[in-house]
């Protein structure tokens, strides 16, 4: 067939009128042909449309964002509508099943229409997350939530127009992270370039364990975090690393390695051949090191909790006493997790005091830096990492502060060869030594997973996208629209902040009093009041759906707001927001 | 404004000639209304499309499929065209940034085109992928690979347009996991459904830990791991659950929870606190048995392996012997990993008998059934996990053999509070106690991450999709291919089967002889030549790519291909096409 314009379309030989150009004439002609050509089902819609249109019905117009109970059972434009009636009665979406797609024979209109749809519910819900009017979360309780649909699983399948209203419902009562007023987690925002790439991964669907199913993104894998430890500083970017499903794992990785740096024979002959073990990290740290500290059976009481002073950073010469301490009772201190962005307060710890413990007990130095490891990206705030360089091991999550989607975490090593040495189980059926490329580029035996999620692409896409520069100047805002929230509440009325001084991370950590808690005399009393005005607040925010920020305890500390600035969509009036918000909620209690 | 046809389209005012039912009666016109209202960047597309072909400007036919050198910097229909630039000059991808993108103010329009062009690619990719004409790979060496494209990351931005067109690169360059000749893993083929629901779980962005964050994915966990405990034949679903990151935490999890059953202090103590362990699986389990007893710290020595039979089934009476040897030297039987599926094999170790022994020991019975657990969906194949019911836990794998994409492995436990007790630790700014709703939803504590992918959706949407019954008979086909391989090739001159008899799973091990090596009397000599068949053939497949299979060497036997299907895409035609192309590629060898 002789190509003619643009895709390929043109006038179909029967399709009346043509110009000079073959371009077609009438909508309708121009549309039979679209119909069968256009990729992602476009073309079936368009013709949908103008027998439609050209029947003269009505319906109405798609710009609404606003989420109501209507929703589900319509377009995806979200006003009551009969637009899906429409293309039902088009596209058959009710007389079709997931058996009329690929693989199915002929299935490849079906399913273009299909995924089409699909992305159209998306693309819907896309627009909505970012638009303020739009609610942060359609709230329910959970018993509440599990009536308002069937979510049942059946013996029979549902057709694809079911499937399309199932996917409807889940993006009606999902959180919408990717709204600017959203600030609940350390995670926050949606990254449209990160978000293709996402898709993307999902349709290349495979495995990271060698190069074989996964060539590019196990190379991309490699250049990144190539890229990452030359940022952390070590020479020429040499060392090791790998993506892991989440901080939590990362910080096992490092204790793990640090274990079988001190002891190799642990791998063989377990903890038995080993002295009692002692780590080392702040009391603000993250759990997870105590988590990792369980599962490979050193123990939680083998984690010793350094003080951290009144800003949450660790104080050195407490680490230094309780190593003393550890090695008089006979354990052998191996590790040291120095915590770079805490969780609740975003405290820095001293890398380099502590780094120079490390070296002069000879202990391995881990940095988590799951929340603050992305400073680094930053020259106006990498300072606050002074001393990651001299690390054994940095916990770094991209899916944190750079706004990559979750998952995202990497795990740096300095040395080299040691993860797969403390790692590998030579599975033969996987890491066939006869193979007829570079099998050093078959990373998968230094994992303790064997199938591993690709995660990299999206945060390599960003990167491309953004340049360095592009996310340093993501970090350099949110910080400064968290010293804005910062100097905003520091002296005003009702509100008191949990540490003294300007936050090193996004964290802004604070008590709101309600008018009528301000002057009371009884302290206790006072202190009682003030541990349910968080909770309830934040209850009263979910309930209208207008933000979400978290609270907390901390040790002696009642309940206060820990607010924390990750999101990119997020302003200067998003902060005003929050504050009149807390107020608004909470002048009554 | 009054809605006027379908989507609220129309003819915009000063569009040239009205008919009374208000549809446009030129294309021109019609576009020009459709780019200004149409969802997903659609309009700004057919007016492109519209203008262009207007000026007569020839392009080639979208139809293709293969890929070729040139397919880089091409729209995406993968034969060499200016598609893409035409729809630079009038989208103007190449001006664009990510910063021009949401949440950028007007970034609307800009981001629904810039997704419409990347879903557009990956359409295409998709329809690709099921074609039989196009390579299962286009492989290039690592180094070759790293020198073909820039994949380096730099300081400054790139285009939108750089960014389409590392999109298009990086799928140039995978391997087609959908392609209906992919045989190479136990995780094969892309299901629709399945994809539709990732490109959700990636827009909605968020973590598992709290049902404060993801209600409705927390509920499907709930709802969907109820429903496998039932099937697996727990009264009324009870017990507990967990979706992990794969096989081999699932794994790792279930000896975490069967040493912390025996030995609770072990979590506060480590294991000095716990006499020297025993574990045992039989020689043809999975590697993750040994990965997770060197990583909890009992190291790989105490895995003990049981003798399998000849087709790879553990034999139940060794497996008591070496729980008496293991005794009688002073260690303790905390944990027995029966295997429902091999990997290499594909075999079903004896669970009844295996169950008994674990009951007469009082020893943690896990069934790893990450590639052969799915069978218990299939009334036909389901006795060959006779007695799961009996296991403590039980690791299922849906993206195996239920072909749901990467990644999504449940590990099922029997005893309820468990996975709590066992790796809870109460942190308090993610877990607070004093929530408006009810906690135990908030299941993030039971796990060893802190944030967690959601895995769940695209296993419950396909469910729901397909039903029981779907799941089934996808299952039941992918047997009966591989029975049909068995008996195609059991005969056939030049082929050896590994094991006699039919396999119970899809695996289907073999030897393929080269006519000039059948008839080698030299045993020895023949044992040599052979080793190295398949890596050649498996290389020239890949040169080819034509399709993709695996091969390994399994105690004293020399490499032998594993055929394993899960791909739903593949058909009798397909196992046929493997034969020959076998044969093809080693018959000179």
């Not at 399709?15 to 476009?42: E, F, V, Y």
């Not at 290349?204 to 196990?218: K, L, S």
């Amino acid at each position: 067939m002789a190509s003619h314009g643009f895709w390929g379309l043109g006038a179909p030989e029967n399709a009346g009128d043509n110009t000079s150009n073959q371009s077609p004439t009438t909508p309708r002609a121009w549309c039979q042909a679209a119909a069968q050509k256009l990729p992602g089902g476009i073309g079936s819609k368009l013709c949908a449309l103008l027998s439609v249109a050209g029947e003269g019905e009505k319906t109405p117009e798609p710009t609404s964002t606003k989420l109501d109970e209507t929703t589900v059972g319509t377009c995806g434009c979200n006003k009551p509508c009969n637009c899906l009636k429409a293309t039902e009665a088009t596209l058959g979406f009710s007389d079709l099943y997931s058996t009329d797609l690929l693989p199915a024979l002929d299935g490849d209109l079906k399913t273009m229409t299909f995924l089409q749809e699909v992305v159209d519910i998306l693309l819907a819900y896309i627009t909505e997350s970012f638009d303020r009017e739009t609610k942060v979360i359609d709230f329910h309780y959970p018993n509440e939530l599990l009536q308002r649909n069937n979510w049942e699983l059946q013996d029979e399948p549902e057709t694809l127009d079911d499937i399309l209203i199932s996917c409807r419902a889940t993006l009606k009562y999902a959180i919408k992270t990717a709204h600017p007023r959203y600030f609940n987690q350390l995670s926050t925002g949606l990254d449209m370039v990160g978000l293709a790439a996402d898709w993307l991964t999902s349709t290349a669907n495979t495995n990271m364990f060698t190069y074989e199913v996964a060539p590019v993104f196990v190379l991309l894998e490699y250049v990144t975090l190539k890229k990452m430890r030359e940022i952390i500083g070590w020479e020429d970017g040499r060392g090791d690393g790998i993506f892991s499903p989440g901080g939590a794992i990362s910080n096992m990785y490092a204790m793990l390695l640090a274990r079988f740096k001190m002891f190799p024979e642990v791998k063989e002959k377990g903890m038995s051949s080993v002295p009692r073990l002692a780590a080392f990290t702040s009391e603000h740290s993250h759990f997870s090191i105590k988590k990792g500290a369980a599962a490979l059976g050193i123990g939680t009481e083998s984690v010793i909790c350094i003080k951290a002073d009144e800003s949450g950073k660790m104080i050195p010469a407490d680490l230094e006493r309780k190593i003393l301490e550890a090695k008089q009772k006979g354990f052998v201190p191996f590790f040291v997790s120095a915590t770079a962005g805490t969780t609740v307060y975003g405290a820095f710890d001293p890398l380099i005091a502590i780094s120079d413990i490390c070296k002069k007990y000879q202990v391995w130095f881990h940095v988590d830096g799951a929340w603050g490891g992305s400073l680094i990206m930053s020259r106006k705030h990498k300072w606050k990492l002074d001393g990651v360089e001299r690390a054994n091991s940095v916990t770094w999550n991209p899916h944190k502060m750079m706004a990559v989607p979750l998952q995202c975490s990497a795990l740096l090593v300095r040395e080299e060869g040691l993860m797969q040495n403390c790692n590998q189980m030579h599975a033969c059926y996987l890491f066939q030594q006869d193979k007829h490329y570079d099998l050093s580029y078959d990373t998968g035996d230094k994992a303790l997973q064997c199938g591993r999620h690709v995660d990299i692409f999206k945060l390599w896409l960003m990167w491309r996208a953004k340049g360095t520069i592009g996310f340093e100047a993501q970090i350099d805002k949110c910080l400064e629209l968290s010293e804005y929230l910062y100097n905003k509440i520091k002296g005003r009325e009702g509100y008191e902040m949990v540490f003294n001084g300007k936050p090193q991370h996004t964290n802004v950590c604070f008590w709101y009093l309600p008018p009528g808690m301000r002057y009371l005399e009884d302290k206790e009393e006072k202190k009682k009041r003030l541990h349910k005005v968080a909770p309830v607040i934040k209850a009263r925010m979910m309930e209208y759906g207008t933000t979400m920020v978290s609270y907390q305890p901390q040790g002696d500390k009642v309940n206060f707001f820990r607010m924390v600035i990750s999101n990119p969509a997020a302003t200067f009036e998003d902060i005003d927001f929050l504050i009149e918000e807390i107020e608004r909620l909470g002048q009554d209690l």
